[in-house]
């Protein structure tokens, strides 16, 4: 059984990284990687690019039933997505990537820095080793996403929104650098490559 998500507070800009770090602790996200189950087949479900969520061409407007079907989502090694429980495996069509990330905050500077993301599931993201930000390797058409879970360069991404991308770029470019680059949890992640 998967705990239910703590609450967030209702300001993120007032969060603090100990407080997302003890949020983060206290999120319990069933075993999805290790369940293995036999039969499969389509949830008819979809997660648009815009990061809306249908299931057989309506949308599902309860956050609540999408903050739960994310939290058994995975993607599969060929690169398709599906919703897992121990007794079946659904494949979800996804347009882009499951996630958004909708806020962000930062604290510190330079190699000291975090950057803590909201997503547009109410889940937390503190970007770093574990949680790499990638920009694409175009900078004329930046591809901005930073990992959630699963296997890195396999796993669950969110969509990095373009105002945040912003920031971020205008952290970096005040920082300098050549390539520019932002820092988050002791990791220089340039602007541009994966």
């Known amino acids: ?3 239910p998500a703590p609450s967030l507070p209702k300001d993120f800009a007032q969060l603090t990284l100990a407080e997302a770090a003890e949020l983060l602790a206290a999120r319990k996200l069933p075993p ?3 369940w293995q189950p036999e039969r499969s ?3 008819a479900m979809e997660i648009r690019a815009d990061g809306s969520w249908y299931h057989e061409g309506g949308r599902i407007n309860r956050p609540a039933m999408v903050r739960l079907f994310s939290t058994i989502l995975r993607r599969e090694p060929d690169g398709s997505h599906v919703l897992v429980t121990p007794a079946e495996k659904l494949a979800i069509a996804v347009e882009d990537t ?3 990330a909708v806020e ?3 604290e510190g500077e330079g190699a000291d820095r975090r950057l803590i993301f909201r997503l547009d599931t109410d889940d937390l993201v503190i970007a770093g080793a574990d949680n790499p930000l990638s920009f694409g390797d175009d900078p004329d058409n930046p591809d901005p996403r930073v990992h959630v879970r699963g296997l890195v360069g396999n796993g669950l991404e969110a969509r990095i929104d373009r105002a945040l991308y912003y920031e971020l770029v205008e952290m970096a470019l005040a920082e300098g650098g050549d390539p520019p680059a932002i820092w988050s949890g002791g990791v ?3 602007l ?3």
Request: charged share 30%.
């Open 1 to 3: 059984m998967v705990s």
């Open 32 to 34: 999805v990687e290790q």
């Open 41 to 43: 087949g389509d949830s």
């Open 98 to 100: 499951p996630f958004r």
């Open 104 to 106: 962000m905050k930062s």
């Open 188 to 190: 220089r992640f340039p």
């Open 192 to 194: 541009v490559g994966r």
